[in-house]
């Protein structure tokens, strides 16, 4: 069965700085889609980036991108110039291409992020 | 465009009663799921279903039943409310495009509170 793993329960920045959050995934797929989702305190899901696995380019949207290390199993997303806006909850999901797996999201356990003004 | 929609945002109910969470989407997508988020759990699947007229398990489906009512609507309901079942539940539905990166699109939630 696939895990992701986020191993910082919460994490906090400096308004304008960067910051990076980290997810580890398992699993014996090698054709897969890893998220970021992001969740503010009013709760809602959005989306903040895909990577797809067979592109080695790390995907970028704006102030967002990742490190992808598909050897190592491993998915950052880097904040840049983080604003107060980006305070929330992020989510890490991991998705096999495969519609025998249904498309089901499998999450990580979520990292709190704290930005101070 | 509502997206996808839920109903109610909030219900207390007392252990042994009984309750059915709507869930609607416009977006005339084939899939939907039900998920539930618990502190430090993250997201679990509960039941979803890839098209209309299916329904599956997912990770944590005892004591919830899902219907799928027609291509907009997937319902879950609690037959006997347990305490464990105290919880926020999202609906999401996902877009098939047949490119690259279909997207789940979440609901607004339900917070269940189950006493």
């Known amino acids: 069965a696939q895990t992701v793993t986020q191993s910082q329960p919460e994490m906090s920045v400096q308004e304008a700085e960067t910051v990076t959050l980290s997810c580890t995934y398992d699993?014996?797929?090698?054709?897969?889609?890893l998220f970021w989702y992001k969740q503010p305190p009013s709760r809602q899901m959005i989306l903040v980036i895909r990577?797809?696995?067979?592109?080695?380019q790390n995907a970028t949207e704006n102030r967002f991108s990742v490190n992808f290390q598909k050897a190592a199993k491993s998915f950052s997303l880097k904040i840049s110039d983080s604003q107060l806006g980006d305070a929330a909850m992020y989510f890490c999901?991991?998705?096999?291409?495969?519609?025998?797996?249904?498309?089901?999201?499998?999450f990580g356990k979520g990292t709190l992020l704290t930005v101070n003004p | 465009n509502a997206g996808v929609t839920q109903t109610p945002k909030f219900q207390v109910l007392k252990t042994g009663q009984s309750m059915t969470l709507q869930c609607a989407q416009d977006m005339n997508h084939n899939s939907m799921y039900w998920y539930r988020q618990d502190p430090g759990m993250g997201l679990r699947l509960i039941y979803y279903?890839?098209?209309?007229?299916?329904?599956d398990k997912g990770e944590v489906p005892n004591g919830y039943n899902v219907s799928r009512l027609n291509k907009r609507e997937f319902s879950l309901r609690l037959e006997s409310a347990a305490p464990s079942q105290t919880s926020v539940y999202f609906c999401?539905?996902?877009?098939?495009?047949?490119?690259?990166?279909?997207?789940?699109?979440f609901g607004p939630g339900t917070r269940l509170t189950v006493l």
């Open positions: 999401a539905s996902r877009r098939q495009t047949g490119l690259a990166g279909d997207e789940q699109f």
């Open positions: 990577q797809e696995a067979y592109k080695q």
């Open positions: 279903s890839a098209s209309e007229g299916t329904t």
């Open positions: 999901a991991y998705r096999a291409n495969s519609g025998g797996s249904n498309y089901k999201l499998t």
């Open positions: 699993t014996s797929e090698s054709d897969y889609y």
